[in-house]
């Protein structure tokens, strides 16, 4: 994991992030990221107990429709659109890491009969030390957490944190 970070965590900036999925290794192809309230608030309360500045923002009743590497989200009144293309990825026994160049383009949305996948959820977007960001989303069933990271990070500070984290 530290050599795929040393590869890509210096190249990150806004079109060209590194989204760390936590979860279970199910197999070599299939990462399961479906989370629970306990590992939730356990996530938390070790977040609550390191020395770092955080800022939380909440938002609701978000809508995604997915298809083949597209995603529109519709947020309250506002709709934006991205294409995802995913560079390279690694997955270990507790965290999927990928490396993903993203094409946004606001203005000109596309306009699918069919999607291939539709959620709905809350999330809840914490801020760290102003480097990246924990998302966790709640889809009423189950939660899910990853860590967005849109420009260039420290590798042995990242890992410090992610280690704190218990990942």
Excluded: A
């Amino acid at each position: 994991m530290e050599s795929f970070l040393n590869k890509y965590l210096s190249l990150c900036n806004k079109n060209d992030i590194l989204v760390i999925k936590v979860g279970e290794k199910i197999s070599d192809d299939i990462f399961k990221t479906k989370l629970t309230k306990n590992n939730i608030d356990s996530l938390l309360d070790k977040l609550n107990n390191l020395d770092i500045k955080t800022n939380v923002k909440y938002e609701s009743d978000i809508i995604e429709y997915r298809y083949n590497n597209y995603i529109i989200k519709k947020r309250k009144k506002e709709i934006s659109y991205k294409k995802i293309n995913i560079i390279d990825f690694l997955n270990t026994d507790k965290l999927y890491l990928i490396r993903i160049n993203l094409d946004q383009n606001d203005n000109i949305v596309p306009c699918e009969n069919e999607y291939e996948k539709i959620d709905k959820y809350d999330s809840m977007i914490i801020n760290i030390n102003s480097n990246f960001d924990l998302i966790i989303r709640d889809y009423k069933d189950y939660y899910t957490s990853s860590i967005k990271i849109k420009k260039p990070n420290n590798v042995k500070d990242f890992m410090k944190i992610l280690n704190s984290l218990n990942f």
